[in-house]
């Protein structure tokens, strides 16, 4: 499913203008990006957690040349699966 097709998925299910439904998509996903963006985890019961871990820094092999290379600390977005959707995806 695209962006657009949730927002068309949105707007019938919630009898809304296609306009106002992208409204609250976009608002929905820009709120969830500045939380995450600031270190805060965004939990959603029973869809999941959106949250940011640390990666520390390792070393790495170049598989073109076989050369060991240093990659660096950094951090990474992580999303963990909550009960509900889990099953719906196993079909429980």
Known sequence: MTKLELIDALA?????R?????MVVDTVLDTIM???GKGEPVSLV?????DVRARAARTGRNPRTG???NIPASKAC???????LR???EGK
């Open 12 to 16: 019938d299910k919630a009898r809304l």
């Open 18 to 22: 296609k306009k106002d439904a992208g």
């Open 34 to 36: 500045e939380t995450v």
């Open 46 to 50: 029973g869809f999941g957690t959106f």
């Open 67 to 69: 050369e060991q290379i």
């Open 78 to 84: 992580v999303f963990r699966v909550g009960r509900k």
């Open 87 to 89: 099953e719906a995806v």
